[in-house]
């Protein structure tokens, strides 16, 4: 079920990441970092359980805001020179972010580990275009050919990586506090990584997290799949998280993403559609799954999905055909998707989807995660194991088919005047479990509309195309109880398709 919910201020996209706060010097130094003597610090032991260690310690004490970097970039253009050119790379094949005040003001520690023995970077020089002199805010990761990066960790606790295009979009961040809330959001940050190359397509990024309610101890065991069904990136995350203060609203494996509009509402650019992700797909606990297709709302909405011990979640961009977006600088149509899976059971609690108005493409106004019912209060602990998944591939697809187009204008007859108060939806659905089915196989849809809601409803085969299939509803929406709307193609009582949810701004 979905509902309404009281909602807060806007995202920010790329929020303050904090100074590290230097209670370990952990750090190891591979043999191409020990001709650069002076670079790293003196090794020390490392481990995850040292890290978990250490996020546990910290979220005993007070916590401390950091302070802007006094080398950060003034300005967008300054923040790009610094970024972006010729500079030599860290063992893994990295290039450092500098600090920027429009983007992340703070500086990160950094230390590269090897053979569990890790070396802190102290002097950052050569490691950015000409003669910059910058502290680091965050880092991404090179291809073998150090044309472009496929993994990307920079500001507050976002982090994002290419899918199997190469293309990035959609953001993820190590945990989300109270978004949505009348309060607004708080976004803690990852302070200090821990960096250790694996192989040429693995890497492992342990990162600590701070912030005024929590700590936490991260690590994203990240593959970079080049070919084979996997194609994209993957990453294994475990997650220790111990609580300063009782937290209201904490959102588990949160994805941010932007959504301006599609072919169901007025154009706002000559574009046909400018959007990252056009849905948020749901594979629940009991085996139900659920499309939501994204909205830009009138005002910032906040909506909760029912998902106890869910067997999966995403963003996804469905709608990868170039001519949809006719934007070759961008490449909408070539945006990942990510896909969160969990290891283990998660218990009860909801997928919940906040959505805010934007006039434009520039920021992100979706977010996505899971809220636990359990409480998360002042000392506690929670151990967190899950899957991202970042590729171009629809992982929400199975058997059944799905909603591959939504499209929405007035109710009426085609050449009769529309019809007053009410709406026409029209749900395109493909997929194996609807081929071979015709007029006659008895196929209808299933809805949850009130009879008084419902002027027409007609199912049936779009002509030519197997296993295509099209419910279209006239719908006068002053009757219905709730805003929005459940919707699914059947045969009897067997589901043929996943449950759309479409939402109504009304």
């Not at 030599?88 to 520690?109: D, H, K």
């Not at 909205?295 to 963003?315: C, I, M, Q, T, W």
């Not at 849809?445 to 295509?468: N, W």
């Amino acid at each position: 079920m979905l509902r309404d919910a009281p909602v807060g201020p806007a995202l920010s996209r790329r929020h303050a990441c904090s100074l590290a706060l230097g209670l370990i010097a952990l750090s190891a130094l591979p043999a191409r970092a020990r001709a650069a003597g002076s670079r790293f610090g003196p090794d020390e032991a490392f481990s995850r359980q040292r890290l978990v260690e250490v996020a546990r310690r910290l979220a005993a004490t007070r916590y401390v805001a950091p302070a802007p970097s006094a080398s950060a970039a003034a300005n967008f253009d300054a923040y790009v020179q610094a970024a972006y050119g010729p500079a030599e790379v860290l063992p893994g094949n990295l290039r450092l972010f500098p600090a920027s005040q429009a983007v992340a003001p703070a500086a990160v520690a950094l230390h590269i580990v090897e053979n569990g023995r890790a070396r802190r970077l102290r002097d950052a020089s050569g490691l950015y275009p000409g003669t910059v002199a910058a502290e680091p805010a965050g880092f991404r990761v090179m291809n073998a050919d150090l044309k472009a990066d496929w993994l990307a960790f920079m500001g507050a606790s976002y982090f994002r990586a290419a899918g199997s295009t190469g293309q990035y979009g959609i953001s993820a961040r190590g945990i989300a506090i109270d978004t949505g809330a009348p309060a607004g959001e708080e976004f803690p940050a990852f302070t200090a990584f821990w960096i250790e190359p694996v192989a040429a397509d693995r890497i492992k990024v342990h990162a600590l997290l701070d912030g005024p309610s929590l700590t936490g101890a991260f690590t994203f065991d990240s593959h970079h799949h080049l070919d084979g069904d996997r194609r994209g990136v993957s990453q294994d995350v475990q997650a220790s998280l111990f609580f300063r203060r009782d937290i209201a609203r904490l959102g588990i494996a949160p994805a941010s993403s932007m959504f301006w509009y599609d072919q169901t509402g007025p154009r706002a650019d000559w574009r046909p559609e400018i959007h990252d992700s056009d849905g948020l797909a749901i594979w629940s606990g009991t085996g139900e799954r659920v499309w939501r297709p994204l909205d830009n709302p009138r005002a910032a909405r906040l909506s909760a999905f029912r998902a106890d011990s869910p067997r999966a979640f995403g963003l996804i961009q469905r709608d990868q055909t170039f001519a949809n977006y006719q934007d070759d600088g961008a490449f909408y149509d070539r945006r990942p998707g990510l896909w969160v899976e969990p290891k283990g059971s998660w218990g009860p609690g909801a997928v919940m989807l906040y959505e805010m108005p934007t006039a434009g493409e520039t920021l992100d106004n979706i977010a996505a995660f899971w809220v636990p019912d359990a409480p998360a209060r002042k000392g506690g602990r929670r151990e967190l194991a899950y899957t991202l998944t970042w590729t171009s591939a629809d992982p929400s697809a199975d058997a059944a088919s799905r909603c591959v187009d939504l499209y929405e204008g007035p109710a009426g007859i085609p050449g009769a005047a529309p019809e007053s108060g009410a709406r026409k939806f029209v749900f395109d659905f493909s997929g194996p479990a609807l081929s071979g089915l015709a007029r006659d196989s008895g196929v209808t849809a299933g809805t949850d509309l009130p009879a008084e809601a419902v002027i027409r409803s007609a199912a049936y085969p779009v002509v030519g195309e197997d296993g295509h299939w099209r419910v279209m509803l006239d719908v006068r929406t002053a009757k219905l109880p709730r805003p929005e709307f459940r919707v699914y193609l059947k045969r009897g009582a067997d589901a043929l398709s996943e449950t759309v949810i479409k939402a109504i701004d009304r």
